[in-house]
């Protein structure tokens, strides 16, 4: 294994990325902050002296990502197609859980954008809430899936209790981390509903469905664009590799399913 940012003499420098194919390439990465209970209600009440945290948190994490290239050297400028950065007050553990979605069609994956996001998101609620709470702590900043790319998909997943040995199974043991190809489902936009979404092909692992059937998929498609109800038409066809559905019928990891409007004319 090599290290793409060094260059033959081992001196850091930009990855060439001039010769790779342009796909379809998505990033989620998560982290928490963790905060005594009467900050989390302070927040959670919107009684915080700075204001809503909470949205200038998320704005902050948007505009990082759209900026990690000025501040981790050598990673390149992107035209990200999509950021999306969410929070859960998680009351038990005392903290606001954060978690960053990023897009794009191009030739270099968006794991950085991502990371950075929830860097700068968890940074942000910091500084709006210590005031009350100096001893915050920014714990478990990392990247949990990755998809697009030579390297295809990578998802973060607990090891199997079975594959784990007695001399890990301890109950406070690290969680293990393996690299996954489970095959994604490819969804596919055709005409002028193409142009609507604003996005031509999407990707997701069979595991972030509810359940392995098209209303599900088209619930997860609906919760990441823009114009959801686009999806809603009566008259909107489907196809599962390339033969037509009507209703709900089942799918299964590496199946290609396309979205058309109906076709008209003679």
């Known amino acids: 294994m090599t290290l793409t940012h060094l260059n033959e003499r081992g001196e850091a420098s930009m990855v060439d990325v001039s010769d790779k194919q342009s796909s379809h390439r998505e990033a989620v990465a998560t982290g928490r902050i963790v905060m005594q209970p009467e900050t989390l209600k302070l927040l959670a009440d919107g009684d915080m002296p700075k204001g809503n945290v909470l949205a200038t948190a998320r704005i902050a994490g948007i505009q990082a990502a759209k900026r990690t290239h000025e ?11 999509k950021v999306a950065v969410d929070f859960e007050l998680d009351t038990t553990e005392h903290c606001v859980r954060v978690k960053a979605f990023c897009r794009l069609e191009g030739r270099t994956g968006v794991e950085m954008e991502a990371l950075t996001a929830v860097s700068v998101a968890c940074l942000t609620l910091y500084d709006m809430c210590k005031a009350v709470d100096r001893g915050m ?12 790319g030579r390297s295809g998909v990578w998802q973060r997943q607990a090891a199997p209790m079975a594959d784990v040995d007695a001399a890990t199974s301890e109950p406070d043991a690290p969680e293990r981390v393996v690299a996954v190809k489970e095959s994604p489902i ?39 664009i823009d114009t959801p109800e686009a999806l809603d038409q009566p008259r909107l066809l489907c196809a599962v590799n390339h033969d037509m559905v009507q209703g709900d ?3 299964k990891p590496g199946d290609e399913v396309a979205f058309f409007p109906p076709v008209t004319g003679g």
């Not at 501040?71 to 197609?81: D, Q, R, V």
């Not at 702590?137 to 697009?148: N, P, Q, T």
């Open 71 to 81: 501040l981790i050297p050598l990673c390149h400028a992107l035209m990200l197609s």
């Open 137 to 148: 702590e920014i714990m478990d900043v990392r990247l949990d899936h990755k998809s697009g």
């Open 186 to 224: 490819e969804i596919r936009f055709f005409a002028e509903l193409r142009e609507r979404l604003g996005v031509e092909k999407l990707s997701v692992l069979p595991g972030h469905l509810s359940s392995p059937t098209l209303m599900a998929l088209k619930a997860w498609v609906k919760s990441q």
């Open 249 to 251: 019928v089942a799918i």
